[in-house]
């Protein structure tokens, strides 16, 4: 197919779908490898920066959306009165930060690395749609494993996973603490619910 037409049909998807449209369904659709079509769809994104034209094409992992640029957004929002992006508080940045660079990852870790009940925050980031469940722990109790959505990424403007800040994990407390944190995170934390308190009697 020739490389212009197929900008065309891309932008006509992508501008219809107001969504993210998987790379694979782009390429069934338009009969193209997915080399062609990441490297037009690469074109793409360069001709927009480079035009600085209203709107942009975002890589999210392997698939792409079509929106209006970040600049733009005050502009955006006084015309269509459209939800800025969600708000987040410190714990619920601390939270979201914590899951996206150990996920998949539970609970229990997550307020072993923070020191407090994360229930609300957990709770919170489910409602924005920044996480969502990725299946359970092969652990006592089976907890929820939480990892980041596509909603994250096209938040913090992110192609994917790849694009987070390197930092160093390990600065909340001992590796071999969070090794058996994530190896039984249940069951220590039912251990403590169990143990009586001191001054309380044991029947």
Known sequence: MDRKELHRICEAILFAA????EAERLCF???TDPDEL???MQELMD???FERRGIRILRLENRYQMCSQND???WV?????TRKPPKLSASQLETLTI????QPTTK????KLRGVDSSYTVAALLNKKLIEENGRLEAPGRPILYGTTPDFLRTFALESLQDLPEMEKVQFSAAAELSDEVQAPDAERNAEQSAPKTGEKTP
């Open 108 to 111: 229990a870790f997550v307020e």
């Open 99 to 102: 899951i996206a660079y150990y």
């Open 38 to 40: 990441h490297a037009a």
């Open 77 to 81: 929002t006084k015309a269509l009165e």
């Open 29 to 31: 659709v338009t009969q």
């Open 72 to 74: 733009l957004a005050p």
């Open 47 to 49: 001709l927009y920066a």
């Open 18 to 21: 107001g969504e993210p449209v």
